[in-house]
């Protein structure tokens, strides 16, 4: 077994250790007074919250939480973290009932690697620590030192926080605990793979309706296309040659004043003042020339790099000019090509590739609604469940302690998650304000 996986075991003996100790190492911040079998086990320490909070603070980079423009903020973060802890109480006790506080190799594996990157993000945002001024040592040179002063660096602002690396692998460890128990409360009404099936052809009737509708409105939202495409959708790619500014404004000045005689005449004159750019590049396509090579070398397309395959054109549409449509439906073939003069300029448009939706993406897409159905199902579970747990076990709290008000804590005790999700950190904020 990795030596992660057996300093994790011997972090959780601890932990056991220590809450089952007669000795108390601090003040409670909260307990249980329901009808419960170990309350001391499921007692709160206010140690366990400072460690908590303190390291919160580290990371938001908040030196003090009774300034003005902090302290609604960071109340508010006190009464989430006692929340998720005593959450976290009751999520141990009840995987234990429910049979899931054991890990798999598998499951050991994924903690490891999740808690692993943590560290070195956390390390390598320390960099920045390293001779920076008094806050540095101002005297280490070479990326490994660098690095192992980082890490030093890294290890001293935990121990400030009352905290160790373990803290933060049982954090992880909590969090695939709660994961299993919300598994395990699912399994009471499972959700089937029919039924994400289902979902995915009620969404793809409600958008071929909207097509139907309207293209226009089928085209202006973002995620339609991953779900259905119309018959006869086509990705587009194109060459532009853009008017200068005052040919454009001359032409966008005549249709704004509904002249559209003049906006036609100053289009034409600037169509043909570009006409030669144009057909050398025709040309050269017309001679072998590989048209993605043309485009990024030519093409004055400010969105070339982020439509590399293209633009999806559909039947009716109305995104683009009527000239360039037009255009994208009179090429016959894949792979065909023609000019077109808009507004914009001249266009060398290609019809790139028929777009259709693949058995492949079907699938990708009702995986997807799948595995969204099932962790919305365990969450609700959890939820639910958590709902009856905090009234059963019944927590009191040391409010003045911990400086929370009663009904705010209340409230969020019905919409906060277990501790193990709430206090594993996010991989770039917390590593990157750590060390700012």
């Known amino acids: 077994m990795h030596f992660r996986k057996i300093a994790a075991g011997a972090a959780a003996i601890m932990m056991a250790l220590v809450c089952g100790c007669s000795v108390r190492s601090s003040s409670d911040a909260a307990w249980p007074t329901g009808k419960v079998s170990d ?43 006692i929340n998720y802890l005593v959450n976290e109480k009751i999520v141990l006790e009840q995987a234990k009932n429910y049979g899931v506080d054991q890990f798999t190799d598998e499951e050991l594996d994924s903690i490891e690697s999740d808690y692993n990157s943590y560290i070195e993000s956390s390390i ?17 040179s070479g990326d490994a030192a660098i690095l192992e002063e980082a890490e030093k660096i890294f290890d001293e602002k935990l121990t400030e926080c009352g905290m160790t690396r373990d803290d933060i ?62 018959d006869n959708a086509r990705m587009i790619k194109h060459i532009l040659i853009k008017f200068d500014s005052d040919d454009s ?29 144009i057909e050398e590049i025709k040309n050269m396509l017309d001679n072998g020339a590989d048209f993605d090579e043309l485009a990024k070398e030519y093409s004055e397309d400010t969105g070339l790099s982020s439509n590399p395959d293209g633009y999806l054109v559909v ?44 058995e492949e993406n079907e699938k990708a897409l009702i995986d997807a609604i799948y595995e969204n159905m099932q962790s919305n199902a365990a969450t609700s579970a959890y939820n639910n469940a958590m709902q009856g747990w905090r009234t059963e076990y019944a927590y009191d709290f ?38 700012a």
């Open 39 to 81: 309350k001391k086990a499921l007692t709160v320490s206010y140690d366990a919250f400072s460690k908590e909070y303190k390291y919160w603070l580290l990371v938001n980079q908040i030196p003090d939480d009774t300034a003005d423009e902090v302290k609604d903020k960071c109340r508010s973060q006190r009464e989430s973290i």
């Open 249 to 277: 404004a001359e032409i966008t000045a005549c249709r704004e004043n509904n002249d559209e005689a003049g906006a036609e005449k100053a289009r034409e004159k600037a169509l043909e003042n570009l006409r030669p750019r």
């Open 315 to 358: 039947p009716n549409g109305e995104t683009y000019y009527k000239e360039f449509q037009q255009a994208a439906y009179e090429l016959q073939n894949v792979g065909d090509y023609t000019l077109v003069g808009t507004d914009l300029g001249w266009h060398v448009v290609m019809y790139a590739a028929d777009a259709v939706m693949t």
């Open 398 to 435: 040391d409010y003045a302690k911990l400086d929370i008000n009663e009904s705010d804590t209340a409230e969020a005790a019905s919409t906060t998650a277990s501790a193990a999700e709430s206090s594993v950190p996010e991989q770039t904020s917390s590593a990157e304000s750590t060390a």
């Open 169 to 230: 692998l049982m954090w992880y460890r909590n969090a695939k605990t709660a994961d299993k128990l919300k598994a395990k409360l699912a399994e009471d009404d499972p959700v089937e793979y029919s039924d994400a099936e289902e979902q995915y052809s009620e969404i793809v009737a409600g958008i071929k309706q909207v097509y139907e509708n309207s293209p226009a409105d089928y085209e202006q939202d973002l995620y339609y296309k991953y779900y259905w495409l119309p």
């Open 124 to 140: 390598e945002s320390f960099r920045s620590y390293v001779n920076a001024g008094e806050s540095g040592t101002g005297e280490v």
